[in-house]
């Protein structure tokens, strides 16, 4: 993952793709350094509007989706971020609210959440439909290189690993659902519909308090909230036919997205 310095406290970041990437880091009052740190990677969104017939052409002018002719993917990537070059100090009572963030740290994580459906599952048998649409989706990653955990005068450190999102519900790892609509009643728009949704990783700390490693004060009961962005894709498939409902063309259409990930390097965690 290529890394660029972006603030004096660390934070980095890196597109994925050729998405924009919207960063927010809440500036330091001038009388207190205790203004909390967010950093969010852009969300990626893609939506394709996949044949070449009438009805195709039509939804497309009306809702402003691209228009492509025949084999269709609708694939973007959240971005990706990354905190760095810090130490952070957990109390007691933070280490409680915090309980989850931080045992996370002590397991490396299987793989991130996937979720994979296409449109042939959910149709029924013999209705004509030839359309072949598929969806993917994979959830961001915490990736962690010499990141330091200190609990009282015990510490150890993590060259590299991974973890699953942390500080957020289960579940929302990663997903992905195909909608199908057959349109057999009309033989002249057969159609599906594919949408994919992958989160993004979070790294989240409440009540924390920060020092960075050039230099700068110590801020005070701040949360630490680095999020990459979410993914979100739906392409919308159409077959052509001949005019009487018997299919000419067979289109492939595909749904992708990947959840940006966060990085934290040259990290210190010591609990008081």
Known sequence: MRLQHLTRLGAVAS??????????VTPAPASA???DITLKGGDGNSTVVCGNVAAALSLAKKTGYK???NNCKANAAGGSVGLSNLEIFVSQSAA?????ALA???RAASGAGIAADKCENHRPKGTGQMTKCWATAKGGKVYLN????????VARTIDTAAIARTGVPKGTNGGAVAKCWNVVSDKLNQRDDCNTYGGGAAWILKGVDVKGYNGEGLRKNVSIEV??????NYVLCFNTTDGSGKVKQINICSAEGKGGDVTLKNIKIITL
């Open 15 to 24: 597109g994925m793709l050729t998405l924009a990437l919207a960063l927010a």
């Open 146 to 153: 010499n990141v330091t955990v200190q609990k009282g005068g």
């Open 33 to 35: 350094a205790d203004a």
């Open 227 to 232: 999020r990459g962005g979410d993914a979100n």
């Open 96 to 100: 409680r609210t915090n309980a989850s």
């Open 67 to 69: 228009l492509q002719l």
């Open 104 to 106: 996370a740290l002590d």
